[in-house]
Nanobody
């Protein structure tokens, strides 16, 4: 069991940056893999990135969708209770609802079906 709550979405101008947060609470298992997905109307939910808990909850072992490497970064809080998605050089194609997801174990999967727990999503709009 785990509870995920995303926040930080909003309106940002093209070329701007935004950081999303996913608070991970009520966790009853370890280790955990936490991932970010995004979805736009009419499209399938798309994998953004993920990292698995290890000794350091810092996202250094994160991996990303190839198309987003270099612009998106996952990081973890010192308290091991929040996962951040740092997004830069945003463009209109990044407009979506962003979801945090989690599963037990170190799975590092890009598949939606690999994740048992989901947050409610936070909306990001990139527009001038």
């Amino acid at each position: 069991q785990v509870r995920l709550v995303e926040s930080g979405g909003g309106l940002v101008q093209p070329g701007g940056s935004l950081t999303l947060s996913c608070v991970v609470s009520e966790r009853t298992f370890s280790p955990i893999t936490v991932a970010w997905f995004r979805q736009t109307p009419g499209k399938e939910r798309e994998f953004v990135g993920a990292f698995s808990e290890n000794i350091n909850w810092n996202g250094n072992n994160a991996y990303y969708a190839d198309s987003l490497k270099g612009r998106f970064t996952i990081a973890g809080s010192d308290a091991k209770d929040t996962v951040y998605l740092q997004m830069s050089t945003l463009n209109a194609e990044d407009t979506a609802i962003y979801y945090c997801a989690a599963t037990q174990g170190a799975v590092l999967s890009t598949k939606i079906t690999s994740y048992s727990y989901w947050g409610q999503g936070t909306k990001v709009t990139v527009s001038s």
